[in-house]
C-alpha cells in the first residue's frame, strides 16, 4: 500500500510528499491541538482551580473551621451511611441481575436488560418526585406505610431509595462484560471435580469478577455520594436529619455561607475524584 | 442493548437445580421491578390520569412552556458545540502525539467522577457576579454567565464532556487508514480528506455521543439549579420547573412536565441504541 502511495505522489510532484497523506502543516496542526487544550482547560481545569481558591479564600484555617460545623459533621454521616447501604444492595443485587442477564436466556430478557439503563435517562428531580408519588403524604402506599407505623418521605429510607434508583446500572453494567468474557469452562471444570454450585462460584467465579465487582462498588458509591436532586426532593433537606453533604452544600450557598459551601464542595468533589481514579489506576496495574 | 453472549446451552451454569434457576431469575425481577417499573409506571399514571388534555393544558401554561423552552434550546446548542468539540478531540487524541497528551485524556474522564452539584459551585465560584472573571465580563462585555442561558450551557457542555470524546474515540482508533491514503494519492488535500473521507465514516458515533449528551442534559439539575438559578420565564428549566412544582405540591404540573421529560429521554436513548447497534453491524462487515 505504502509502495503504491509513495510511486503515485513521486510522479504527482514534489509538493505532495507522502507524510502528507494524514497530517496537515505542522502549524495547523499545532493550531487544532492548542484549540482542544484550551477548550478542556477552560471548560474543566479552570473551574476546578477557581473551587480551590474559592475554598481557601479565607485561608486554610477559616476553611477548617468551616468543615468542623457539627452540620458537616452528621451531613457527612447520613451520607456515608447511605452510599454504604446502596453499595450493599447493589453489590449483592447487581451481580445477581448481571448473573442472570448473562447465564440465562428467558422470556422478557431483552426488557430486563434494557430497563436497567433507563436511570441514565430519568431526570434526578423526577427520581425523587416518583418516590413522593408513591411514599408521600398523599401516596400510592401511604395507608399502607401508616399502618406499619414507617416513615419513607422526608425521611432516610426515602432518601436510600432514591440512591439506589439513580445507581442501579453501575454494579451490573461493569459486572457482565466480565463475567461474558470469563465463560463458564472452568466452572465446569470445578463442578466435574466435584465441587458444589455455592464453592465454584465462591473459589472459581467470583475471583475471576474481582475487578468489575469492585470496580461496579466504587462507582456505585463515589455516584451515591454526589447524588443532589433525588434526595433533595425525596427527603426535603431538612438540616440534621435529612441532609446529606451535598444537601449541607445546597443550603451553605443559599445562606451565603461561601467558605463552608466550597469547602464542603472541594472535599466531596476531590473524595469523588480520588476513588474513581485510584481505582483506574489500580485496574491499570494489574492489568 | 444487544447481548455479546454467543448461544446459550453452553454457557448454562453447571450443576444447577432448576428451583435455583427459578428463583435467582424472579430475584432479579423483582429487583428491577421494585425498584425501578413501578415508580416509573406510577409516574404515568399519575400524569395521564386526567388524560393528554389535561397533560399538554399543563405544559402550554407560559412558565412550563419557557422552561421546556429553554430546555431543548440549551441543550440542542450544547449537543451541537459538544459534536464538534468532542469530535476534535478524539482525532487530536488519536492522531497527534504531543506533551500533555495523557492528561488530556484524563480530563476527559474527570466530569464523570464530580458530583454535578459540585460542577454547579464551581462555575458559581469562577463566573458568578463576586468572582473577578464573572465580574469582568459583566462590566467590560455585558455578559451575564450565572443565572443566564449562557451558564446553562457552560454547565452541560461540562457534565457532557466525555460522551462524544469516548463515543468517537475506539471507532477512529480502528478507522482503516486506507482510504485516506487512498484520497491523499489522488491529490486530496488534508482539510478534503478529512471532510470527505474520515467524518463520513465517524457520523454514527458523533450522532450517538451527541444525542446521548442530549438525552441526559434534558434531566440535568444538580449544575443547573446553582447556576441558573430559579427564575421563571428567564432562567428555570423543566428540571427545575419540576422541583419548584414539587415544593409548592402542584401534582398536576410536575407530573405532566415529568412525562414529558421522561418520554423524551427514553426516545433518544432508544435511538442511540439503535445507532450503537447498527455502528457495531458496520464494525463487523
Same mark, same amino acid.
Given at each position: ?60 484555617? !477559616? ?71 408513591? @411514599? ?64 465454584? @462460584? ?61 469547602? !464542603? ?23 | ?285
Amino acid at each position: 500500500m505504502t509502495t503504491v502511495a509513495q510511486s503515485t505522489t513521486e510522479l504527482n510532484a514534489a509538493s505532495r510528499r507522502p507524510e502528507n497523506i494524514r497530517s496537515l502543516s505542522a502549524w495547523r496542526r499545532r493550531l487544532l491541538i492548542g484549540v482542544v487544550v484550551a477548550y478542556a482547560a477552560l471548560l474543566i481545569l479552570a473551574p476546578l482551580a477557581a473551587l480551590v481558591s474559592g475554598a481557601f479564600a479565607k485561608g486554610l484555617g !477559616a476553611s477548617l473551621q468551616a468543615l468542623s460545623d457539627p452540620d458537616v459533621f452528621s451531613a457527612f454521616l447520613l451520607t456515608l451511611k447511605i452510599a454504604f447501604l446502596t453499595v450493599a444492595v447493589h453489590g449483592l443485587l447487581g451481580t445477581v441481575l448481571a448473573w442472570v442477564l448473562v447465564r440465562y436466556r428467558f422470556r422478557g430478557h431483552w426488557l430486563l436488560n434494557g430497563v436497567i439503563d433507563l436511570p441514565f435517562a430519568v431526570s434526578p428531580v423526577v427520581v425523587g418526585y416518583m418516590l413522593l408519588l408513591l @411514599f408521600g403524604r398523599t401516596g400510592l402506599f401511604a395507608p399502607l406505610l401508616e399502618a406499619l407505623d414507617l416513615k419513607v418521605a422526608f425521611a432516610v429510607p426515602g432518601m436510600i431509595l432514591a440512591t439506589l434508583f439513580v445507581t442501579l446500572p453501575f454494579m451490573a453494567r461493569e459486572v457482565m462484560p466480565v463475567l461474558e468474557s470469563f465463560g463458564v469452562e472452568q466452572e465446569h471444570a470445578a463442578a466435574t471435580l466435584g465441587a458444589s454450585g455455592w464453592q465454584t @462460584f465462591w473459589m472459581v467465579t467470583f475471583p475471576a469478577l474481582r475487578w468489575g465487582f469492585i470496580y461496579g462498588v466504587i462507582l456505585t458509591f463515589a455516584r451515591a455520594l454526589g447524588e443532589f436532586g433525588a434526595v433533595l426532593v425525596v427527603g426535603g433537606g431538612i438540616q440534621g436529619r435529612t441532609e446529606t453533604l451535598t444537601l449541607f452544600i445546597y443550603r451553605a450557598l443559599d445562606e451565603r455561607q461561601y467558605v463552608g459551601a466550597y469547602s !464542603a464542595a472541594m472535599v466531596l468533589g476531590l473524595l469523588s475524584l480520588v476513588l474513581v481514579i485510584g481505582t483506574e489506576l489500580l485496574r491499570k496495574r494489574e492489568k | 442493548m444487544t447481548s455479546l453472549t454467543p448461544p446459550l446451552t453452553v454457557q448454562e451454569p453447571p450443576r444447577r437445580a432448576p428451583w435455583g434457576r427459578w428463583g435467582i431469575q424472579s430475584a432479579a425481577w423483582t429487583y428491577v421491578t421494585l425498584l425501578l417499573l413501578i415508580p416509573l409506571a406510577v409516574i404515568f399514571q399519575d400524569g395521564l390520569k386526567g388524560g393528554l388534555g389535561t397533560l399538554w393544558h399543563s405544559i402550554s401554561l407560559p412558565i412550563a412552556w419557557s422552561a421546556l423552552k429553554l430546555t431543548l434550546w440549551t441543550s440542542a446548542l450544547m449537543a451541537v458545540i459538544n459534536a464538534i468539540m468532542g469530535t476534535l478531540t478524539a482525532y487530536v487524541l488519536v492522531r497527534y502525539e504531543f506533551p500533555g497528551k495523557a492528561l488530556l485524556n484524563a480530563i476527559v474522564d474527570l466530569p464523570l467522577a464530580i458530583p454535578t452539584l459540585v460542577t454547579g459551585v464551581m462555575l458559581v465560584v469562577l463566573y458568578g457576579p463576586q468572582s473577578f472573571v464573572g465580574a469582568w465580563l459583566k462590566n467590560q462585555m455585558d455578559w451575564r454567565i450565572i443565572f443566564a442561558p449562557p451558564g446553562i450551557i457552560l454547565a452541560l457542555l461540562f457534565v457532557n464532556f466525555p460522551f462524544v470524546v469516548r463515543a468517537v474515540q475506539p471507532v477512529l482508533q480502528s478507522l482503516d487508514l486506507e482510504s485516506e491514503e487512498a484520497a491523499a494519492t489522488l491529490g486530496a488535500g488534508p482539510t478534503t480528506i478529512f471532510w470527505r473521507v474520515t467524518l463520513p465514516a465517524l457520523w454514527l458515533p458523533i450522532a450517538s455521543g451527541a444525542l446521548l449528551s442530549f438525552a441526559r442534559a434534558i434531566g440535568e439539575f444538580g449544575a443547573i439549579v446553582i447556576v441558573a438559578g430559579n427564575i421563571p420565564l428567564r432562567s428555570q428549566t423543566a428540571a427545575v420547573y419540576v422541583f419548584g412544582e414539587v415544593e409548592s405540591a402542584n401534582r398536576q404540573g410536575a407530573s405532566a412536565m415529568s412525562i414529558v421529560m421522561l418520554s423524551l429521554a427514553f426516545a433518544l436513548v432508544l435511538v442511540v441504541d439503535w445507532l450503537r447497534k447498527r455502528g457495531r453491524k458496520d464494525a463487523e462487515e
